[in-house]
């Protein structure tokens, strides 16, 4: 017995045409712009900590002192933080939805990796007592956003884009804790030679990410319309709250 054939809507070889032209072009700049380059800068700042952990470990074993050892700790945790990214960039899941405009591309990027020029910038030193503080915000900064990365895992992106829905973990007492985590961190990056380039650099960074959470709000409430509006209620942006959770 012969089965009729469905018939197929017939369009047009141009359309066809830029249907496939759009498909290349959401390919190449994934692989390009949201995987490749990504991958490439944390690779570098993935070997700047590797070469930063072993001077951290060399003054371990000249010195012995507490802050040679909290030195160490940070230079570890950034190194497991950065290669964690340059894993997830490479392995992220396909986007179900994203913004990708220019403007989001260049704040995106500033929001990303502005705070690391602070290394480069002329300043003031402000003593030893404020080195301290300053490495125990790194080190609790970096902990939790490698918490944050470690159940995003694979939907972790630079730009504002929707993959899964993460509830649990550090998400359930916080919308960000990736950024609540880097808030932290930047905090203890500045603060040891603390100026006017410093401050500048810092208001455009915090500037940058929360502009970047902004997009993100939306783009996830468009994706997840229903289950985003319950996550946006009881769980905090920023700062967690285990109590709302517990009503």
């Given at each position: 017995?012969?089965?009729?054939?469905?018939?197929?809507p017939d369009?047009?070889?141009?359309?066809?045409?830029r249907?496939?032209?759009?498909?290349?072009?959401?390919?190449?700049?994934?692989?390009?712009?949201?995987?490749?380059?990504?991958?490439?800068v944390?690779?570098?700042?993935?070997?700047?900590?590797?070469?930063?952990?072993?001077?951290?470990?060399?003054?371990?074993a000249v010195?012995?002192?507490?802050?040679?050892?909290?030195?160490?700790l940070?230079?570890?945790l950034?190194l497991?933080y950065?290669g964690?990214?340059l894993?997830?960039?490479?392995?992220?899941?396909?986007?179900?939805?994203?913004?990708?405009?220019?403007e989001?591309w260049?704040?995106?990027?500033?929001?990303?990796f502005?705070i690391?020029?602070?290394a480069?910038?002329?300043?003031?030193?402000?003593?030893?007592?404020l080195?301290?503080?300053?490495n125990?915000?790194?080190?609790?900064?970096?902990?939790?956003?490698?918490?944050?990365l470690?159940?995003?895992?694979?939907?972790?992106?630079?730009?504002p884009?929707?993959?899964?829905?993460?509830?649990?973990?550090p998400?359930?007492l916080?919308?960000?804790?990736?950024?609540?985590?880097e808030?932290?961190?930047?905090?203890?990056?500045?603060?040891p030679?603390?100026?006017?380039?410093?401050?500048l650099?810092?208001?455009?960074?915090?500037?940058?990410q929360?502009?970047?959470i902004?997009w993100?709000?939306?783009?996830?409430?468009?994706?997840?319309?229903d289950?985003?509006?319950e996550?946006?209620k009881?769980?905090?942006?920023?700062?967690?709250?285990?109590?709302?959770?517990?009503?």
């Open positions: 017995m012969r089965t009729a054939r469905v018939a197929e369009v047009p070889p141009a359309a066809l045409a249907q496939r032209a759009r498909r290349d072009r959401a390919y190449w700049s994934d692989l390009v712009f949201g995987r490749t380059i990504p991958a490439l944390a690779g570098v700042f993935l070997l700047d900590q590797g070469l930063l952990l072993a001077d951290a470990l060399r003054s371990v010195h012995g002192s507490a802050g040679a050892w909290q030195s160490a940070n230079r570890l950034s497991a950065f964690l990214l894993f997830l960039y490479v392995v992220r899941l396909k986007p179900r939805a994203g913004l990708r405009r220019p989001v260049v704040v995106s990027f500033a929001g990303t502005a690391l020029s602070v480069y910038l002329p300043g003031v030193h402000h003593g030893a007592g080195v301290v503080v300053a125990l915000l790194i080190t609790v900064g970096v902990a939790y956003a490698l918490w944050g470690l159940y995003l895992r694979r939907s972790f992106s630079i730009l884009e929707a993959r899964r829905l993460v509830t649990t973990g998400y359930g916080s919308r960000n804790p990736l950024y609540l985590g808030f932290t961190a930047s905090l203890g990056v500045v603060l030679n603390f100026g006017p380039w410093q401050a650099v810092l208001v455009a960074f915090i500037a940058c929360l502009l970047r902004r993100e709000e939306q783009v996830l409430t468009r994706t997840f319309p289950d985003y509006k996550y946006f009881s769980v905090p942006r920023f700062i967690p709250q285990p109590w709302r959770r517990s009503r």
